[in-house]
């Protein structure tokens, strides 16, 4: 991609020099030409990185804003639909997590059986790489699908691997749960599921029973505040409830 970005930048103006006034003109010239601002983006940070190993520092203030894009959710009708409609026990389980806890897809796959306490209804996870241990609620419903996972996997002489959810190999790979997860949507709902639409739709069903900013936030382990905003907006009934101005 940067490749093709430096050449794009130099054969729309050979003469070109890797300045502020030279790349925010072919910013101008590429918007124009109707490119999407994600891929003016990587032409410029493209661009600025060859000015860098020039010896260059060059700022460039037209740069358009990405939208941030934010997947289409599904209905909590939806999830019980899939959820029940699903034949495969570890399969159930794994889109019954990837909701209920609103699990990122590698939290999924690094789940141990000794990160499962059936008498609190918890699981145990490390939200980043070194971070410590959180301890995240799961519902009844979960409950009775992973007892029946549990017994399943002693039938089948599974009982003493350590990971919970055992593919091909001894731990499930991501790219296996995401073909769970895009299979079972498309059988069922006629839809491209993926796990954090599964996680996205959580939030969305959470802040619309009232659940805080600041509580949404731990439960999701975001490390920002910020990025828990996008689900401010979606409770405006609150901004009923401000005190009387006089």
């Known amino acids: 991609s940067y490749i093709t970005a430096i050449r794009d930048f130099f054969e729309w103006n050979p003469s070109a020099e890797l300045k502020q006034e030279s790349i925010e003109a072919f910013v101008d010239h590429l918007r124009d030409k109707g490119y999407a601002p994600s891929s003016i983006n990587v032409k410029v940070c493209a661009l600025k990185k060859l000015a860098r190993i020039k010896g260059k520092d060059v700022i460039v203030t037209n740069i358009p ?30 889109i019954a997590l990837l909701y209920d806890c609103a699990l990122r897809l590698n939290e999924v796959k690094e789940l141990n059986v000794s990160d499962v306490n059936i008498a609190d209804n918890t699981i145990t996870i490390r939200r980043r790489k070194g971070g410590l241990p959180q301890v995240i609620p799961f519902c009844e419903e979960t409950k009775k699908i ?21 593919g091909s190999n001894p731990r499930i790979t991501e790219r296996g749960i995401q073909k769970i997860v895009r299979r079972w949507g498309l059988q069922v709902l006629g839809k491209r599921i993926t796990p954090h639409i599964l996680r996205h739709s959580r939030a969305i ?9 600041e509580t949404l936030r731990d439960f999701l382990g975001h490390k920002n505040i910020v990025t828990t905003f996008r689900y401010a907006r979606l409770v405006p009934s609150e901004l009923k409830k401000l005190p009387k101005a006089f």
């Not at 069903?205 to 659940?211: A, H, T």
Request: net charge neutral; charged share 35%.
């Open 65 to 94: 804003k990405i939208e941030e894009n934010i997947p289409t959710p599904i209905t909590k009708d939806e999830v019980k639909l899939l959820i029940n409609s699903i034949t495969d026990t570890r399969d159930r389980l794994i």
């Open 146 to 166: 992973l007892l029946e996972y549990i017994d399943e996997r002693k039938r089948r002489g599974l009982g003493d691997y350590t990971a919970l959810f055992v």
């Open 205 to 213: 069903e959470l802040r619309k029973n009232g659940i805080s900013i």
